[in-house]
C-alpha cells in the first residue's frame, strides 16, 4: 500500500500542528502522523499550560491566532494579563481535530514509524505500522496482509520533539546537554475565590502573583522556588519541617488556573532532579516513579497550608514528560547564544522573539532567567544539513544549547512550525 503527499509532519505537538495547518490551508496535500491519539502534544499530553507569552513582535501566528479563536469558541480560552494562551488541555484536542479538518489535513493516530527510504540526500518514503497492536502481527502475517504501509512525501516535516526521524537518517546532531524534566498535574475542588484572596494579599509582588475576575471567574498565578525568598516559602519550610514535603519537593513551584475549568489548578511542577534529564528509560521510569510521589506529596501539602484547598483532589496527572531539552539536530545554520542576545536580524527569520534564556538546574541558586531584547530564528536552522528534503521544528532544532533555552517554548513552536511551511513555500525548494 502505497500514499502519496506533498507534507508528512511526523509529531503532532504544538510545532507539528502549526506545520500541517499552514501546509493544508496553502493548498499542499498533507499528512500529520502523531504516535498518541490526540494532538497537542506538550498542552494537552503534557498539561503545559498556559502558552508563555513571548513578545509583542511574534511573526508567523497565523495558527496560534486559528488555535485561540477556536478554542474561545467552545469556552477554552481567556486572555490574562495580556496573554491569549489560557487554554483548556482537554478541549484544545478537539480544537486540533476541528482545525486540521478545516485545512483539509489528513491525520493518523497511533502511528508507528518503521523507517525511512533514502536516495541522493533526499527522503524518498516514510514507512509505518498498518496495525495498532503488534500483537497481532503473526496472525496478519499468516494471513498475507500488509503489515505495513510506504509514503512518498516531497517534503517531510520532523516535529517529534527528540528528532526522530533525523536518527532514522543518521543525521549529524549536536552536543548532548539536558535541563530537568517535569511531570505537571491538576488538583480539582479547588474554591479559587478564596485561594485568589488569601495568595494576593500573603504576595504583594505583581511580577509574581497576579489575580484578575474574567467573566465573573477568578484567574491567578502565583510561584515559589528554594532558589530565592518568595512569599510561599515559609510554608514550604514548615512543610518540609513538619515532614509533609521532602527538601526537593520545594525546587520549584507554579500553579496556573485554567479557561473553561474553575475550580482547577494546573501545576507546573514537580521539577525532576532525581536524574540528569536525559531520555534514557532507566533514568526516565525511575524519575517518572518520584515525580508521581512528590506530586502525592504536594497535593497534600496544598490540602494543609493553602486556603480554597481543603476539598481539593488529584483530578489529572499528565502523560507525557515536560522535557525542556533534548537531541539537537545540525542545519544548515548552527543558531548560538551570541546570535540570540546579540539580536542578529536574518533574511529568512521564522520567529521574533524575547523570551528569556530558561536553564533549569537541580541544584539550589543554579538556575538562570536571562532577559533579553527582540531576537529572531533564521530558517536555515530548521533545515538538516545532510537531507535536503527534512526539515525539523520544535524543541530539536539546530541551536546551541542556551539559544536552545529561550527558543522551546511554545509560542516558538507554533511560530517555526508556520515560518518553515511558508519559507518552503515562497523558495519552492
Not at 152 to 158: F, K, S
Amino acid at each position: 500500500m502505497d500514499l502519496k503527499y506533498d507534507f508528512i509532519v511526523i509529531g503532532g505537538g504544538t510545532a507539528g500542528c502549526a506545520a500541517a495547518y499552514t501546509a493544508g490551508i496553502s493548498g499542499y496535500k498533507t499528512l500529520l502522523l502523531e504516535k498518541k491519539i490526540h494532538l497537542g502534544g506538550t498542552i494537552t499530553s503534557g498539561l503545559v499550560i498556559p502558552v508563555m507569552k513571548s513578545g509583542e513582535n511574534q511573526i508567523n501566528t497565523e495558527f496560534y491566532n486559528a488555535l485561540t479563536a477556536e478554542l474561545k469558541s467552545v469556552g477554552g480560552q481567556i486572555t490574562y494579563q495580556n496573554n491569549q494562551g489560557w487554554f483548556n488541555p482537554e478541549l484544545c484536542k478537539c480544537a486540533l481535530d476541528s482545525l486540521m479538518q478545516k485545512a483539509n489535513v489528513d491525520v493518523l493516530f497511533n502511528a508507528h514509524i518503521q523507517d525511512v527510504i533514502i536516495d541522493n540526500r533526499l527522503i524518498k518514503k516514510i514507512i509505518i505500522s498498518k496495525e495498532i497492536l503488534s500483537v497481532y502481527n503473526d496472525k496478519l502475517q499468516n494471513e498475507k496482509k500488509e503489515l505495513s504501509v510506504n509514503i512518498e512525501a516531497r517534503y517531510v516535516i520532523d516535529t517529534t520533539g527528540n528528532c526522530e526521524i533525523g536518527k532514522l537518517c543518521n543525521c549529524e546532531f549536536l552536543e548532548e546537554k539536558y535541563q530537568p524534566q517535569s511531570l505537571r498535574f491538576i488538583m480539582g475542588g479547588v474554591d479559587t475565590d478564596a485561594f485568589g484572596k488569601w495568595i494576593s494579599a500573603l504576595d504583594s509582588d505583581r511580577d509574581v502573583t497576579t489575580v484578575e475576575r474574567i467573566d465573573g471567574v477568578t484567574h491567578l498565578s502565583t510561584a515559589c522556588t528554594w532558589d530565592k525568598e518568595w512569599a510561599l516559602k515559609p510554608l514550604f519550610d514548615k512543610a518540609v519541617r513538619d515532614g509533609i514535603l521532602k527538601d526537593e519537593d520545594r525546587n520549584y513551584f507554579q500553579v496556573f488556573t485554567i479557561a473553561g475549568m474553575p475550580s482547577c489548578i494546573a501545576f507546573n511542577c514537580p521539577r525532576i532532579i532525581s536524574n540528569s534529564g536525559s531520555l534514557d528509560i532507566f533514568e526516565t521510569s525511575k524519575g517518572l516513579t518520584e515525580a508521581r510521589k512528590s506530586i502525592f506529596r504536594l497535593a497534600n501539602f496544598c490540602k494543609k497550608y493553602l486556603k480554597g484547598f481543603e476539598n481539593a483532589y488529584i483530578s489529572n496527572i499528565a502523560d507525557e514528560l515536560g522535557i525542556r531539552v533534548s537531541g539537537r539536530i545540525k542545519g544548515r545554520y548552527v543558531y548560538t547564544i551570541d546570535d540570540l542576545k546579540s539580536g542578529k536580524t536574518f533574511e529568512n527569520p521564522v520567529l521574533i522573539s524575547n523570551y528569556p534564556v530558561d536553564v533549569h538546574s537541580s541544584d539550589k541558586n543554579a538556575s538562570e532567567l536571562q532577559k533579553v531584547r527582540d531576537y529572531q530564528l533564521p530558517a536555515e536552522s530548521l533545515i538538516s544539513a545532510d537531507i535536503d528534503n527534512l526539515f525539523i521544528a520544535g524543541r530539536c532544532i539546530s541551536a546551541d544549547f542556551l539559544s536552545q533555552a529561550a527558543l522551546r517554548v511554545q509560542a516558538s513552536c507554533f511560530s517555526m512550525g508556520e515560518g518553515i511551511v511558508k519559507y518552503i513555500k515562497k523558495r519552492g525548494i
